[in-house]
């Protein structure tokens, strides 16, 4: 049997036909792609503020606060008068007797045996605490623990039935631009949900431990201690203020981010307290100035120690002037990143601290003792200078060696050796950098200062090594920072 074959014509086409056939189709691709994406958006929410709804509450809490006083008439007795001023002085009595203040705030329930976490500034101070539910149930709540750092405490209801209650989140996966819920009470209407998106993460207020998510979620008074919910419906962050010029929500919100929440409560409930890890240090970030004038130092990265006290920090051998490159296996990027780890890490526990010292890196086993307990000693006593006082220019300043009258004028300690600065010349760079009269320079090159003579064979060997500044300690009300000064020929 014979089979018979026919060729197929492939049809060729060029350059242009195929850009032209492909166009179109890579249009198609791209508007299926954005109908995916705004599929992907939720429709509505009401799915998700049904399930976070139950475990969510309203905090409200009263105070016994003591009443005015008034002035009391004095006459003497049998006076005319004496009638007069009894009636006031009755009316002001009334006045002063103690009464009781009230005020709102939110929280959430985070276990079914009835934890409840909300701010400290909600129920600070106050005599009783009373949660209520979604489900219109109240609750009388003890405190268990709280913590002023990050405004946080821990509160607990007893019940005989398991509440529902919602678990934390990590804080880290969210994402700037993600859907983000607010649940709360603000302004006393109870159980109040807003929308909105995290608009910026790792925010600093004022706190040491700080880590808020700012979103435009509506947050309003009686909000705070309420929870910020991912769209999975677990805790993001606690909300905790506001950013605004009237006391209302203009879109700029925070919330403590969960991971820094969820360390803090989990010490409050075996402790009722917290327990921070502490090293002994005080610390500044590495200015760009800094890097030419130190040794070794390629970047800004790191948290220089500008005084080590008593401490754990000074028994490991740190030393001032030392730069913190690595805490406990985890690369430092900044003092607020440092600060941040140190109290998060354990009490007690032995870590591995990388400082760059003298061109060189060291590695140093600390063991942390504990923030709250910590004793903030002073450093020991250095060398008194053996030279008679002299004054001289350096650098755009005015320079003598540090006396008793001036340790005693300038609030300096007893065992403080350096150079008072007694003027600054004001087209200096010493004055750009914030050197003013009055200021200690206790170390330069990280080596100490007695004499005026010390500070220049420092700027002869900064000059002969090519360096282009000098690292300075100044001191000033006690208070040690790093400055790195431009060397003038």
């Known amino acids: 049997m014979r089979v018979s074959t026919q060729a197929i014509a492939i049809p060729r086409y060029s350059v242009a036909q195929i850009r032209a056939l492909w166009i179109p189709t890579l249009a198609v691709l791209l508007l299926l792609a954005q109908t995916l994406v705004a599929q992907a958006r939720p429709e509505s929410f ?5 399930k976070i709804s139950p475990s969510v509450v309203n905090i409200t809490t009263s105070t016994v606060v003591a009443g005015r006083t008034a002035p009391h008439g004095i006459v003497p007795e049998g006076s005319p008068f004496e009638d007069f001023f009894r009636e006031f002085q ?6 002063d007797q103690p009464r009781r203040t009230s005020a709102l705030g939110s929280g959430f329930v985070i276990s079914e045996d009835g934890y409840v976490v909300t701010n400290n500034h909600v129920i600070d101070g106050a005599d009783e605490i009373m949660i209520e539910f979604f489900s219109g149930d109240e609750l009388p709540a003890k405190v268990i623990g709280k913590d002023p750092n990050t405004d946080i405490a821990l509160l607990k209801v007893e019940t005989d039935r398991p509440l529902p209650f919602v678990s934390f989140g990590d804080s880290d996966t969210a994402r700037v631009g993600d859907w983000v819920m607010a649940m709360g009470n603000p302004l006393g209407q109870g159980f109040s949900v807003s929308v909105g998106i995290v608009s910026a993460r790792g925010r600093a207020l004022s706190g040491s431990y700080d880590d808020y998510i700012q979103t435009d979620a509506a947050i309003n008074r009686g909000n705070s201690g309420g929870p910020l919910f991912n769209m999975d419906g677990d805790v993001v962050g606690v909300n905790t203020a506001i950013l605004s010029p009237n006391g209302g929500s203009i879109g700029i919100g925070f919330s403590m981010a969960s991971n820094v929440v969820l360390k803090v409560v989990d010490q409050l409930k075996e402790y009722g307290e917290t327990r921070r890890g502490w090293l002994g240090v005080r610390i500044q970030n590495v200015g760009e100035d800094m890097v030419d004038a130190i040794d070794g130092l390629d970047s800004t990265a790191g948290a220089m120690i500008t005084d080590v006290p008593e401490g754990p920090a000074k028994e490991a051998g ?3 002037g030392d730069v913190i490159l690595s805490f406990d296996g985890k690369d430092v990027e900044d003092v607020r990143g440092l600060v941040r780890e140190v109290g998060n890490a354990e009490v007690g526990k032995g870590v591995r601290i990388v400082v760059l010292r003298d061109g060189k890196t060291q590695t140093l086993m600390v063991t942390l003792g504990r923030r709250e307990t910590a004793d903030d000693a002073g450093a020991a006593t250095p060398d008194q200078p053996s030279q008679e006082p002299m004054e ?3 650098m755009g300043l005015t320079l003598t060696p540090l006396t008793d009258a001036m340790r005693k004028e300038l609030g300096a300690d007893a065992g403080t050796v ?22 200690i320079l206790t170390e330069a090159s990280q080596q100490k200062l007695k004499t005026v003579e010390d500070l220049e064979t420092r700027i002869d060997e900064a000059q ?5 500044s000098l690292l300075l300690l100044v001191r000033r009300g006690g208070e040690p920072r790093f400055v790195a000064l431009n060397i003038e020929e």
Request: glycine content about 16%; proline content about 0%; aromatic content about 2%.
């Open 46 to 50: 009401a799915d998700l503020a049904e």
């Open 90 to 95: 009755d009316q002001g009595e009334e006045g």
């Open 318 to 320: 740190l030393l001032a």
């Open 392 to 394: 001289k220019e350096l």
């Open 418 to 439: 350096g150079l008072v600065v007694t003027g600054v010349d004001e087209a200096s760079k010493a004055f750009d950098k914030g050197l003013r009269a009055g200021d």
């Open 464 to 468: 002969e090594a090519g360096r282009k």
